[in-house]
């Protein structure tokens, strides 16, 4: 199972939005609508984001989305904050369990 | 509220094995589908392998079948998580996760397992 693509960074400044892009294949991300997003910060554990696609956990800001349109997934943030600058991955079930490689959000 | 507290940091030389445990908390252990998912230095996560409640079966990544084997004691709600053969490569921190919608919901502190001559 390879891993699926994400951009190694993004940037954007306080109170934009930025998207990050989660490609797979149809055997994992096309196929199933169950795809989650952690963040993490340095020497922290992850924290799930949004999961089954577009669905927010208890407790996770309205700022944070997330969509799906054919083998590719997208995390959504808007009105950048300082707090949001962190490590973001992808994961999606595919029979198994594969991640994204990871994208670094800079706040400007 | 789930919490997981894993075992403290372990330093293994090369050919050795480890076994890092997750003590849950807030839920049962037969309540959720633990996962470990590790993380080399300056790198990205790594899913290892976890519980399919599918199947009832534990399911293992490709890339450490017959190296890995996860179990749990339910009379202690502690999951273990064994790796043996070490090498230097192995070098990272473990985590575990439990699942308890479809995804990753809760995660432990991490165990950092250095392999090193």
């Known amino acids: 199972q390879s891993a699926l693509t994400q951009p190694a960074s993004v940037s954007g400044s306080p109170g934009q939005s930025i998207t990050i892009s989660c490609t797979g294949t149809?055997?994992?991300?096309?196929?199933?609508?169950?795809v989650s997003w952690y963040q993490q910060h340095p020497g922290k554990a992850p924290k799930l984001m949004i999961y089954?696609?577009?669905k927010r956990p208890s407790g996770v800001s309205n700022r944070f989305s997330g969509s799906k349109s054919g083998n590719t997934a997208s995390l959504t943030i808007s009105g950048l904050q300082a707090e949001d600058e962190a490590d973001y991955y992808c994961?999606?079930?595919?029979?198994?369990?594969?991640f994204g490689g990871g994208t670094k959000l800079t706040v400007l | 509220q789930v919490q997981l507290v894993q075992s403290g940091a372990e330093v293994k030389k090369p050919g050795a094995s480890v076994k890092v445990s997750c003590k849950v908390s807030?839920?049962?252990?037969?309540?959720?589908?633990m996962h470990w998912v590790r993380q080399a230095p300056g790198k990205g996560l790594e899913w290892m392998g976890g519980?399919?409640?599918?199947?009832?079966?534990?399911i293992y990544a490709q890339k450490f079948q017959g190296r890995v084997t996860m179990t749990e004691d339910t009379s202690t709600d502690t999951a273990y998580m064994e790796l043996s053969s070490l090498r230097s490569e192995d070098t990272a921190v473990y985590y575990c996760?439990?699942?308890?919608?479809?995804?990753?919901?809760?995660w432990g502190q991490g165990t950092l397992v250095t392999v090193s001559s």
């Open positions: 996760a439990s699942t308890v919608t479809t995804s990753f919901d809760y």
């Open positions: 807030g839920y049962t252990l037969t309540e959720l589908s």
């Open positions: 519980f399919d409640p599918e199947d009832g079966e534990t």
């Open positions: 149809s055997s994992d991300v096309g196929s199933y609508n169950l």
């Open positions: 089954e696609v577009s």
């Open positions: 994961c999606s079930y595919a029979g198994s369990r594969v």
